[in-house]
T-cell receptor
Framework: AQKITQTQPGMFVQEKEAVTLDCTYDTSDPSYGLFWYKQPSSGEMIFLIYQGSYDQQNATEGRYSLNFQKARKSANLVISASQLGDSAMYFCAMRRQGAQKLVFGQGTRLTINP | DSGVTQTPKHLITATGQRVTLRCSPRSGDLSVYWYQQSLDQGLQFLIQYYNGEERAKGNILERFSAQQFPDLHSELNLSSLELGDSALYFC???????????????FGNGTRLTVT
């Protein structure tokens, strides 16, 4: 079975600060992918970043980076220089090789204060 | 814009009724997924189709059914609706390789269903 845990229901950060959103996962499969999605108040789900289980380097996409610690089974999302538009729900998700579905965590609501 | 189109955006209906949600995947994507997002259950996987065939089933109720047509668009049918079915229903699509763990799902904007 696969499980994703996001322990921070909500976070409040000052604009321009960096923020780390926590995600831990549980799987016995060696091959899997980890994903982060952003859901603004308008409701759409926006794909942000991907990390594969065999990737040696941490993934980066613009201001987003993924702090991947395989031994600890954690895949934290780091947003640098936060902006007001970063206020949203953030979901961590995992997909293992051969599985069809993406399994999501419960999400973290991030609020950026001016 | 993810390239996944869902219609309608909003749907308000009464208990006991039946509705159909429609999804057009991104161009070239063969897999379509349906998810339900409710406040208490989070994002729950319902069902997946790949190139017209059902590939995986999640927590989908018997009152719900789906299909994927030859042009790859998909429909999710919800019948005998109950108040608890009120939720945001997402369709997502992914690429040509089924079961590949490195393909992200690209989501539509969702259909918000309200059952009164």
């Amino acid at each position: 079975a696969q499980k994703i845990t996001q322990t921070q229901p909500g976070m409040f950060v000052q604009e321009k600060e960096a923020v780390t959103l926590d995600c831990t996962y549980d799987t016995s499969d060696p091959s899997y992918g980890l994903f982060w999605y952003k859901q603004p108040s308008s409701g759409e789900m926006i794909f942000l970043i991907y990390q594969g289980s065999y990737d040696q380097q941490n993934a980066t996409e613009g201001r987003y980076s993924l702090n991947f610690q395989k031994a600890r089974k954690s895949a934290n999302l780091v947003i640098s220089a936060s902006q007001l538009g970063d206020s949203a729900m953030y979901f961590c998700a995992m997909r293992r090789q051969g599985a069809q579905k993406l399994v999501f965590g419960q999400g973290t609501r991030l609020t950026i204060n001016p | 814009d993810s390239g996944v189109t869902q219609t309608p955006k909003h749907l308000i209906t009464a208990t006991g009724q039946r509705v159909t949600l429609r999804c057009s995947p991104r161009s070239g994507d063969l897999s379509v997924y349906w998810y339900q997002q409710s406040l208490d259950q989070g994002l729950q996987f319902l069902i997946q189709y790949y190139n017209g065939e059902e590939r995986a089933k999640g927590n989908i109720l018997e009152r719900f059914s789906a299909q994927q047509f030859p042009d790859l668009h998909s429909e999710l049918n919800l019948s005998s609706l109950e108040l608890g079915d009120s939720a945001l229903y997402f369709c997502a699509s992914s690429g040509r390789t089924v079961g590949s763990y490195n393909s992200p799902l690209h989501f539509g904007n969702g259909t918000r269903l309200t059952v009164t």
